[in-house]
């Protein structure tokens, strides 16, 4: 079992910055990757970003790229989300997963986290 616990959310201004936290307990040796996914009110659930757990390579949905960053600390066991930029449109529940999904972009997770809420202001 895998424990995920984020952190982190909270209201910005359009154009602001916010960090999120995953940290994950119990048997992370076992994981591939982790990915953050976000979930609007009336929408479905929708890939954000990845990171493979152990080689580091990352993923990002068009939405995001170029102004969210993945990574994380294998110390900590921890993945964080740096979020620049950001746009109304950001606005969000925000959910960690990890596991070993054979496409990192799909819901193919085993472990999810409780999500944290993002609200971003105009």
């Known amino acids: 079992q895998v424990h995920l616990v984020e952190s982190g959310g909270g209201l910005a201004q359009a154009g602001g910055s916010l960090r999120l936290s995953c940290a994950a307990s119990g048997r992370t040796f076992s994981l591939y990757a982790v990915g953050w996914f976000r979930q609007a009110p009336g929408k479905e659930r929708e890939f954000v970003a990845a990171i493979i757990w152990s080689g580091g390579r990352t993923y990002y949905a068009d939405s995001v790229k170029a102004r969210f960053s993945i990574s994380k600390d294998n110390a900590k066991n921890t993945v964080y989300l740096q979020m620049n930029s950001l746009k109304p449109e950001d606005t969000a529940s925000y959910y960690c997963?990890?596991?070993?999904?054979?496409?990192?972009?799909?819901?193919?997770?085993?472990?999810w986290g409780q999500g944290t809420q993002v609200t971003v202001s105009s």
């Open positions: 997963a990890a596991g070993r999904p054979a496409v990192v972009t799909s819901y193919d997770y085993t472990y």
